[in-house]
């Protein structure tokens, strides 16, 4: 599903000449750091640009068409000329008097929208009114506030900017300040390939998912654990194995490991505004385990896990040793792994389970928070 940017004009894109009117080239103004910051936005990220303004009587003696078209031709050229193009340009041109459902706040005017191919709720409206955030919440989409001038577009709703708090999800008069936002709000996720003469590998993690899973190492115990970790840690995990099961189980379990903690340091970047410490004491019937994980970019495994069967399913127990080794080697984490208890398998899958829910913790995020979590200023 598509994700959209909608961007009011006048005091967001262009500084709002002071009658309000943008009738005269000589008028035209960028927002500062506008063409810097929404070009990254344009190239890093995938919404849709669509400018949605209130352009008030235009058309009438108020505001004649050739006093309007010349400064927003000039604008649509000039951010198209740093690669910002905008899919669709809403304009209505009915005074705020006429309570019209096409003038922002109204949504009359983006009707397509709401047909299901657009994902709303991870759509933002950029402007600097306060019935610019009214719009979002009528969208069911977020706002991102330029509140230059709270007072700007008060009197036209019958919210206080307190009752939509809920909706604004940022609010901001610096475009460079948005661009981080927008940045913390996108998904972290990770792709890893990882083709050898003994296994092909392919990875799919989405860190801020629902628990979904797709996991299919060729072995049935693995599976079941790799489902435990993303059910329980809240990640979506996509995990496709062909490896040299004829030979045995040691490559396909040690490169999936190798893989998957690839994908997790991957997936968590540059860490900022993260828990990176994730731990949990996990029952499970008889057996109790304990995971505790910190992101710290180094790898270590400390492990009191012992097993008196060499095999569950098809998985030689000692490879899950090896297993967690690799994460760590390759997630760069210190991982911390215990387990007590007498049936094998339950002992097995408290600790997937355990890690999971310690991962979960870990990767919580702030996504307003720029903080690295280490005093060292690196991680
Ligand atoms: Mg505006």
Redesign the pocket.
């Known amino acids: 599903m598509k994700k959209v940017l909608f961007l009011?004009?006048?005091?967001?894109l262009v500084l709002?000449p002071h009658d309000y009117q943008l009738d005269a080239l000589d008028k035209l103004e960028f927002y500062p750091l506008v063409f810097q910051y929404l070009s990254k936005i344009v190239q890093e990220f995938d919404y849709e640009l669509v400018m949605v303004t209130n352009q008030d009587g235009l058309g009438t003696d108020s505001f004649p068409e050739d006093t309007f078209w010349p400064s927003q031709n000039a604008v649509l050229k000039a951010f198209a000329n740093e690669g910002i193009v905008f899919q669709d340009i809403v304009i209505d041109r009915t005074f705020a008097h006429e309570n019209q459902p096409t003038r922002k706040p109204g949504t009359a005017l983006l009707g397509k929208y709401f047909g299901g191919e657009y994902h709303l709720s991870k759509s933002f409206v950029i402007?600097?009114?306060i019935t610019?955030i009214q719009l979002a919440k009528n969208l069911g989409a977020k706002g991102i506030w330029m509140a230059n001038d709270p007072s700007l577009g008060a009197t036209e709703i019958s919210n206080s900017a307190e009752a939509l708090d809920d909706t604004i999800a940022l609010r901001s008069t610096d475009w460079a300040e948005i661009y981080q936002f927008l940045k913390s709000a996108q998904g972290r996720s990770a792709t890893v390939k990882r083709t050898t003469k003994e296994t092909d590998i392919l990875i799919q993690l989405e860190l801020d998912g629902q628990g979904k899973y797709n996991n299919h190492t060729g072995l049935g115990f693995f599976d079941h654990m790799l489902d435990q970790l993303a059910k329980h840690s809240g990640c979506n995990l996509d995990i496709k194995v062909e490896g040299d099961l004829h030979i045995d189980e040691h490559h396909t379990i040690e490169d999936t490991a190798i893989a998957l903690g690839e994908a997790f340091r991957k997936a968590v970047g540059d860490k900022r505004g993260m828990e990176r410490y994730g731990h949990c004491l996990l029952p499970m019937d008889d057996c109790l385990a304990t995971a505790a994980i910190d992101f710290s970019g180094r790898p270590w495994l400390v492990w009191h896990c012992e097993y008196r069967r060499e095999k569950v399913g098809q998985m030689p127990t000692e490879m899950f040793h090896h297993f967690f080794k690799s994460f760590s080697d390759a997630a760069l984490c210190n991982l911390y792994l215990k387990v007590e208890g007498d049936n094998e398998h339950h002992k097995i899958e408290a600790s997937f389970k355990a890690l999971a829910k310690a991962i979960k913790m870990a990767v919580r995020r702030d996504v307003n928070s720029r903080e690295l979590p280490s005093t060292k200023g690196v991680l």
């Open positions: 009011d004009r006048d005091g967001t709002e402007g600097d009114r610019d």
